[in-house]
Nanobody, 116 residues
């Protein structure tokens, strides 16, 4: 059974840092792209970035480039989203996504709130 569980959210001040974790089970993390998404109140879910399965190459949306870093630890079946220099506009629920073939698996999300 595939499971994706996010954690690490919280309340942080403008300019602060947080690291989100995405612990997975039921599949081999190495073989699949992991994406991070977020959804702000009243807005659609947007992609934040991803790490590819083949070469660990990362891609980010322009608004987080230079501030966010995605990594993975295959020994722990986990992926991470390191967020630095957080801004109030980064506030939202953050989701981890695992794409296995044509199926998408999502976690329940973790809330990140950045105060100004």
């Amino acid at each position: 059974q595939v499971q994706v569980v996010e954690s690490g959210g919280g309340l942080v001040q403008h300019g602060g840092s947080l690291t989100l974790s995405c612990v997975t089970s039921g599949f081999t993390l190495d073989y699949h792209t992991i994406g991070w998404f977020r959804q702000a109140p009243g807005k659609e879910r947007e992609g934040v970035g991803c790490i590819s399965s083949s070469d660990n190459r990362t891609n980010y949306v322009d608004s987080v480039k230079g501030r966010f870093t995605i990594s993975r630890d295959t020994g722990k079946n986990a992926a991470y989203l390191q967020m630095n220099n957080l801004k109030p506009e980064d506030t939202g629920v953050y989701y981890c996504n695992a794409r296995l073939g044509t199926a998408d698996y999502w976690g329940q999300g973790t809330q990140v709130t950045v105060s100004s």
